[in-house]
DNA sequence: AAGGTGACTTAGGACTAGTTGG
DNA sequence: CCAACTAGTCCTAAGTCACCTT
């Protein structure tokens, strides 16, 4: 098959070696647990061989650390600093009270802002430079203009309030989250409808009339009938034992066994029921459409302080029947609806607040800006809370999104100070800051999530670093010709499988033994250590670091080197892109986001073999053309010809890039059966890092980022240039 | 420390809309 | 034009981490 520049994701770097022995000193004491662990039931099997790369980047710490807490630092607004690239140096000084301070400067880095105009002068002052074209993308509607003014809560909403650069003001220093707030409250789920009477429940072979409640909870099952939990033990006798508590005392004694229930017409009427969806007229889903989209109108957007900002999850979560991920104990039961009763509702004192359905009220209405959901209620399968917030392109999320980036620029400038410190720390004489240290290097190097523990029975058996057990882990004093190796196998976050060989050094390598001696394959790996003391620690060594900084740092260091060492200057466009899906793939693997290949994989892969052949026939047709118009020309040596001539060889170079093209397509898609790059993408890759690429390549974003991502990421497509660097 | 709660980020899969090419 | 197939969106579960209480 035509493949072509088959990469190896997989291969990867590696470098550290290094080595040295060491006996210890010991004790442990051990608050094992003992639970039984199961997992075996690898559910999503699967497996990847990975290796991870290990990076190195580095950079003076020079930073000190200490910064009030929430606040963030930021400088004095009259200060001229923020020029372009300054570089961090301490910001500390905090002027007389003053609090209020740039924005600019607290996330150092060289951000320039550019074209402003923004409503307020306050900002233009304070912003010099602007540069304008920046701008990648061909749209127009990036200018923004004067959005609006003070505050009130004038809705503004005459015109969409073209695009606000929250990046160019300020930030609020004293926790707050908002000085304004003020939405219509959820959607509340649709209420349930009965069903026709001619869709029959069978128990035990004779028909039964189910009464509402009963009834509904019943078409939640019916509606997953095909689906493969339905034939779990767990999931039906949660179901079955959650469906009691809604029967009414005659239904209860009357259905006593699940096995003898049979919900077929009620799935066959719910399968008709989407077919017919599917069958509706143009007009009839265009009604639907334009519904939705009133609805959004209404309810999918708020009002924050002057702007209006979209909502991420403005509906209520219908009812239905618990379907965790994995080996879940609690999956079937079910997830009862939420009246407004349930529900807390938060906005502004002095905005119009949402009211709730006639008839009923909220649970609370409260006033507080300190944190930044709109409504929230506690769900019942595991008691947590809820909330509806803000879309990704908000202010809100996007400056705390901003923000993180920047906590992991810092990271890479102390980075090698870590990482000496925890190889020094393999050699201590206590355990507890053994164990910190092997922890924190597999979080560094395999970029392993913390792993906080959980408590057993309310969720899948499922791990991270700090949380691993013996069982996790094998170990190989020599493997595949590699000396000291690790082999971690171990359900993630969402039971995704983690499973990976990795040779690490001695030093680790005989500290893991010690920490398994005289222990059972169900007792923790690191018993002196969890995540509280392990982001304690990080906490002294960095100012916010914590594990995750890691994983991002990470992730983005990686997406950069990669796309330095991939991308080659002449490639063309598709081949540009290639490289750069290679990149991000390459993050992808580091961070184990996993995709169950989608089922049409095959098939699909198969159609565009189809296409290439097809494609190559064709080129090898028009080549000949060529020929034969060449040979024509010989003989002839007309204009005509020649023109002919020409026009053939067009053909055979547009068919060329075409096929080209579809081969690209094939690669990367192959490459990508079981990688999901999406997760990397969103929530691990500095922006920027991408942003600049694309300037610095001439690649239209759009290529990149979809629409959805652009809003998210507008502040970075906004503000890096060419030259960015993580 | 330990345990609990709350807020917020990160995650994969289901669902849907939109595009393509037959 | 329609079916087939993707790409994008929606959904909500499952993590992280700070903070509070004991």
């Known amino acids: 098959m035509a493949v072509i520049w088959r990469g190896n994701t997989q291969d990867r770097l590696h470098q550290d070696t290094i080595s040295s022995g060491g006996g210890n000193s010991h004790k442990h004491k051990d608050k094992y647990k003992d639970k039984e662990h199961k997992h075996k039931d690898h559910k999503k099997d699967r497996e990847r061989d990975k290796s991870k790369y290990g990076n190195s980047d580095h950079k003076e710490f020079s930073e000190k650390k200490h910064r009030e807490k929430d606040r963030i630092k930021h400088e004095d607004v009259s200060t001229d600093r923020h020029k372009d690239k300054h570089k961090e140096k301490d910001h500390r000084k905090d002027e007389s009270g003053l609090f209020i301070r740039c924005l600019f400067l607290f996330f150092r880095t060289e951000f320039k802002p550019k074209k402003i105009k923004i409503e307020n002068d306050r900002v233009d002052k304070k912003t010099k430079k602007r540069k304008q074209d920046e701008d990648i993308k061909p749209k127009k509607t990036q200018k923004n203009k004067k959005g609006e003014v003070a505050d009130g809560k004038k809705k503004a909403k005459k015109e969409p309030e073209e695009k606000w650069k929250w990046w160019e003001e300020e930030r609020a220093t004293d926790g707050s989250k908002w000085r304004f707030l003020e939405h219509k409250g959820p959607v509340m789920a649709a209420p349930y409808e009965p069903l026709p009477s001619k869709v029959r429940f069978f128990y035990d072979g004779k028909q039964m009339k189910l009464g509402p409640e009963a009834e509904e909870v019943a078409t939640f099952f019916a509606k997953m009938l095909d689906h493969e939990y339905t034939t779990k033990d767990a999931f039906r006798k949660n179901f079955f034992k959650d469906w009691r508590k809604e029967m009414t005392s005659e239904e209860k004694s009357k259905i006593t066994d699940l096995k003898k229930c049979n919900f077929n017409e009620m799935g066959e009427y719910f399968k008709a029921q989407s077919e017919a969806r599917k069958a509706m007229t143009k007009d009839d889903k265009l009604k639907i459409k334009v519904e939705n989209e009133r609805l959004l109108q209404e309810y999918g957007f708020c009002i924050m302080d002057n702007h209006k900002e979209r909502i991420a999850n403005f509906r209520i979560e219908p009812p239905g029947l618990f379907r965790g991920r994995g080996d879940h104990p609690k999956m079937g039961m079910l997830k009862r609806r939420i009246r407004p009763e349930d529900i807390i509702i938060n906005c502004s004192k002095d905005s119009k607040h949402p009211k709730p359905p006639p008839g009923t009220k909220w649970k609370e209405l409260r006033h507080?800006?300190?944190?930044?959901?709109?409504?929230?209620?506690?769900?019942?399968?595991?008691?947590?809370?809820?909330?509806?917030?803000?879309?990704?392109?908000?202010?809100?999320?996007?400056?705390?999104?901003?923000?993180?980036?920047?906590?992991?620029?810092?990271?890479?400038?102390?980075?090698?100070?870590?990482?000496?410190?925890?190889?020094?720390?393999?050699?201590?004489?206590?355990?507890?800051?053994?164990?910190?240290?092997?922890?924190?290097?597999?979080?560094?190097?395999?970029?392993?999530?913390?792993?906080?523990?959980?408590?057993?029975?309310?969720?899948?058996?499922?791990?991270?670093?700090?949380?691993?057990?013996?069982?996790?882990?094998?170990?190989?004093?020599?493997?595949?010709?590699?000396?000291?190796?690790?082999?971690?196998?171990?359900?993630?976050?969402?039971?995704?499988?983690?499973?990976?060989?990795?040779?690490?050094?001695?030093?680790?390598?005989?500290?893991?033994?010690?920490?398994?001696?005289?222990?059972?394959?169900?007792?923790?790996?690191?018993?002196?250590?969890?995540?509280?003391?392990?982001?304690?620690?990080?906490?002294?060594?960095?100012?916010?670091?914590?594990?995750?900084?890691?994983?991002?740092?990470?992730?983005?260091?990686?997406?950069?080197?990669?796309?330095?060492?991939?991308?080659?200057?002449?490639?063309?466009?598709?081949?540009?892109?290639?490289?750069?899906?290679?990149?991000?793939?390459?993050?992808?693997?580091?961070?184990?986001?996993?995709?169950?290949?989608?089922?049409?994989?095959?098939?699909?892969?198969?159609?565009?073999?189809?296409?290439?052949?097809?494609?190559?026939?064709?080129?090898?047709?028009?080549?000949?053309?060529?020929?034969?118009?060449?040979?024509?020309?010989?003989?002839?040596?007309?204009?005509?010809?020649?023109?002919?001539?020409?026009?053939?060889?067009?053909?055979?170079?547009?068919?060329?890039?075409?096929?080209?093209?579809?081969?690209?397509?094939?690669?990367?898609?192959?490459?990508?059966?079981?990688?999901?790059?999406?997760?990397?993408?969103?929530?691990?890759?500095?922006?920027?890092?991408?942003?600049?690429?694309?300037?610095?390549?001439?690649?239209?974003?759009?290529?990149?980022?979809?629409?959805?991502?652009?809003?998210?990421?507008?502040?970075?497509?906004?503000?890096?240039?060419?030259d960015y660097e993580f």
């Open 368 to 722: 507080d800006n300190k944190v930044t959901w709109l409504v929230s209620w506690t769900e019942n399968i595991q008691g947590s809370i809820k909330y509806i917030m803000l879309n990704p392109s908000s202010r809100i999320k996007g400056e705390k999104d901003w923000q993180k980036y920047e906590t992991a620029r810092n990271l890479k400038k102390c980075v090698d100070r870590l990482r000496n410190q925890y190889r020094e720390d393999w050699k201590s004489k206590e355990m507890r800051i053994r164990q910190r240290a092997v922890a924190l290097y597999f979080i560094d190097k395999l970029a392993l999530r913390a792993g906080n523990e959980k408590e057993e029975g309310e969720s899948a058996d499922t791990v991270g670093c700090c949380s691993l057990r013996v069982e996790h882990i094998n170990l190989y004093p020599e493997k595949d010709g590699q000396e000291f190796v690790v082999e971690f196998d171990f359900l993630g976050k969402d039971s995704i499988r983690y499973y990976n060989k990795v040779p690490v050094e001695k030093r680790v390598f005989k500290n893991l033994q010690l920490f398994m001696e005289n222990k059972q394959p169900e007792d923790d790996l690191f018993d002196r250590l969890n995540t509280s003391i392990l982001n304690k620690h990080l906490q002294e060594l960095m100012d916010g670091l914590t594990a995750k900084v890691f994983r991002t740092y990470n992730a983005s260091i990686t997406l950069q080197q990669q796309l330095k060492e991939l991308t080659s200057p002449d490639e063309n466009l598709p081949a540009k892109i290639l490289s750069y899906n290679r990149a991000n793939r390459a993050v992808a693997i580091l961070c184990n986001h996993q995709r169950a290949p989608p089922k049409t994989f095959e098939k699909s892969m198969q159609n565009l073999q189809t296409k290439i052949d097809a494609k190559k026939d064709q080129l090898s047709d028009a080549k000949r053309d060529v020929k034969s118009a060449k040979a024509d020309l010989k003989v002839r040596r007309d204009e005509k010809s020649k023109k002919a001539v020409e026009t053939k060889k067009k053909a055979v170079e547009r068919l060329e890039e075409q096929l080209m093209k579809l081969e690209v397509q094939a690669t990367d898609r192959e490459e990508n059966k079981q990688i999901a790059l999406g997760t990397s993408k969103l929530n691990y890759l500095d922006p920027r890092i991408s942003v600049a690429w694309c300037k610095k390549w001439g690649i239209p974003i759009e290529k990149i980022y979809n629409k959805t991502q652009r809003e998210k990421f507008a502040w970075a497509i906004d503000m890096a240039e060419d």
